[in-house]
């Protein structure tokens, strides 16, 4: 689907789920919050594709700027080239972050319409009595639907079971939630207090002396102590 499409058809779909809201029909909610999730996803997947595109061409600008310093060449307009693309990346990340707010938000819409967890199962194409298997019925219990797709991970398949979250695996909502879920740690208070705190607890001994990195809105990054104090401001020494 075309990026057009895509952009006008969420336009579209938010206003129906918004008519069905307003006036207050349980099963059209349900009905068009699962439509508007599946716009949505079309939404998440060129969302991800492109800020994919933005951040490989600046990893890959930086990398050819510090081999050519090594030999001995500098271009002076690398920088405001780099610059240019960084905010072009960090406005695709953005817009990914966003789209992960909209179905955060609707996947709870659709829940409390009367959407059941097999419901959601079958939206991210998994098996609901394996899903139960993996995750125990008391880990899924009651918890919303928005809390369980993005600590679960429900749409994401990784057939080389790394460990770890590959950008390359086609799974839009995961890509999406994760976005968002970086947003809210990096650019709200409460954000930064939670991460802080589960890093402290899963990792007691290091964090007593670490100090982590944090970008605001400008893009500023801030080094802040195992207190959550600000004790500097992180500066590259390469300035390509």
């Keep these: 689907m075309k990026p057009e499409i895509i952009e006008c058809k969420e336009v579209e779909y938010s206003i129906r789920l918004a008519m069905a809201r307003y006036l207050g029909d349980k099963e059209r909610i349900r009905k068009r919050a699962l439509a508007y999730l599946v716009i949505l996803r079309h939404c998440a997947r060129a969302a991800h594709d ?37 905010t072009e990346a960090k406005k ?6 966003n789209v992960g707010e909209k179905i955060c938000n609707t996947l709870d819409l659709w829940q409390t319409a009367g959407a059941a967890f097999e ?13 139960k298997a993996d995750l ?8 919303p639907f928005s809390a369980l797709t993005t600590v679960y991970n429900l749409d994401y398949k990784n057939p080389r079971d790394r460990g770890w979250i590959e950008n390359r695996i086609d799974a839009p909502l995961t ?13 709200t208070e409460e954000g930064r207090k939670a991460a802080h705190e589960a890093l402290n607890a899963v990792f007691p ?20 102590d195992k207190d959550g104090e600000e004790v500097g401001i992180w500066e590259d020494e390469d300035d390509y």
């Design 175 to 187: 890509h999406a939630l994760k976005e968002h879920l970086t947003w809210l740690m990096t650019h």
């Design 136 to 143: 125990g019925e008391e880990q899924i219990k009651d918890e």
């Design 50 to 86: 492109l800020s994919e595109q933005k951040w490989t061409a600046v990893l890959n600008l930086e990398s050819a700027a510090r081999k050519a310093k090594k030999d001995g060449i500098t271009c002076t307009l690398t920088k405001p080239r780099l610059d240019q693309m960084r």
């Design 119 to 131: 419901d959601l199962c079958n939206f991210c194409n998994r098996d609901p009595e394996q899903v």
């Design 205 to 224: 001994n290091i964090m007593e002396n670490a100090m982590t990195l944090v970008v605001d809105e400008d893009g500023t990054r801030h080094l802040m």
């Design 92 to 97: 695709a990340s953005e817009e990914l972050a």
